[in-house]
């Protein structure tokens, strides 16, 4: 023992030398390390059709619209996602869905996905008409541009105007994304009734049935909000009111045409660790850059270099 002792004293400081000078190497000459990742890509989109501004949803004791419910719901699933996760945001109305943000990497753009997200609503909307769908047929188009695989979760109360029926329903089978898409549900299972806004935003009060009253295939439910001025037509009388709600049955019908899936929107950490276990939308290699780790080593090394000197230093003083 005391050969190796004397062994140590005598040659660890080239030991410590040449063993950071290999780390000083492979900082220089092969910085990276390459590691497996799996990736959580969310597609978030949004209905902002005028029958999400019904308010039947609840945050802290008061009632809210479909549409803030969901804009809550999108900014919690972002604010708890680790690093590393990308979001995308896209709206819907009528039969189509228009991507608003390409992805984005949750931390490096924290700001500018919750701003996006917060500034969500029903003007955004360039059509009355609301066809699911055909908005999910237009949903696949849109994850396909993306070039990146994903997890689309579509909030929407699933309120169809005009309504379906056989000569607008689409055949959804051959829709390659289910495994991928999400219906995610928001609103009551009561009927509402539905509030109705000018052009500036204001409200002026519900709509009536008789804007509502068009089934047919090619109805115009709701009127160009920039011929409402100075304020749009609404329901005079409780009984003339539009009325809304929730229309799960629909959602979990339509999802399993084209082997989607339907969850009911909540507030809750249920619904959050649900959304966080989905699947993640791919594997891939990357290379991780760790010479800050081989600097960090080397240092160490360069230190302990003085580090015997102190504690024989102290063994000859005992």
């Known amino acids: 023992m005391n050969r190796l002792n004397e062994t140590l004293q005598k040659h660890y400081e080239p030991i410590l030398y040449i063993t950071a000078l290999c780390l ?3 900082a220089l000459f092969k910085p990276h390390i390459r590691l497996k990742q799996e990736v959580h ?71 500018t996905i919750t701003d996006a997200i917060d500034h969500l609503e029903w ?3 360039w059509k009355g008409n609301s066809r699911l769908s055909f908005a999910v047929r237009a949903a696949a188009n849109v994850f396909d541009s993306l070039n990146v695989p994903a997890q689309m979760l579509f909030f929407t109360d699933g309120d169809e105007a005009p309504r379906v029926n056989v000569t607008i329903k689409q055949d959804l089978s051959g829709i390659q994304m289910g495994q991928q898409f ?9 009927k509402v009734a539905i509030p109705r806004f000018n052009s500036s935003n204001k409200r002026v009060g519900f709509w009536p049935v008789s804007e509502n009253n068009n089934a047919g295939a090619v109805g115009v439910t709701y009127s160009d909000p920039s011929q409402d001025e100075p304020d749009p037509p609404v329901a005079y009388a409780e009984y003339d009111r ?24 909540q507030d809750n950490a249920t619904f959050y660790r649900h959304i966080a276990e989905t699947k993640p939308a791919a ?36």
């Not at 995308?88 to 753009?109: H, R, Y």
């Not at 080593?297 to 063994?315: E, G, K, M, T």
């Open 123 to 125: 003007r955004m909307a």
């Open 242 to 265: 539009q009325r809304s709600q929730l229309e799960e049955d629909y959602l979990k019908t339509l999802a399993s045409e084209f082997n989607g899936s339907y969850i009911k929107g």
């Open 182 to 190: 999400m219906f995610v549900g928001v609103g009551g299972s009561e």
């Open 41 to 111: 890509n969310y597609l978030l989109v949004a209905d902002v059709s005028q029958s999400m501004n019904a308010e039947d949803e609840t945050r802290n004791q008061k009632a809210v619209s479909r549409l803030a419910y969901s804009q809550h719901l999108m900014k919690s699933i972002v604010l708890q996602s680790p690093c590393g996760t990308y979001f995308s945001l896209g709206i819907f109305a009528s039969d189509n869905v228009a991507l608003l943000l390409n992805p984005l990497e949750v931390c490096k753009n924290l700001d």
């Open 283 to 318: 594997s891939f290699v990357s290379d991780y850059n760790i010479r800050w780790l081989y600097l960090l080593l080397a240092l160490i090394l360069l230190l302990a270099v003085y580090f015997p000197h102190w504690l024989w230093r102290q063994d000859k003083q005992v």
């Open 24 to 26: 000083l190497s492979l």
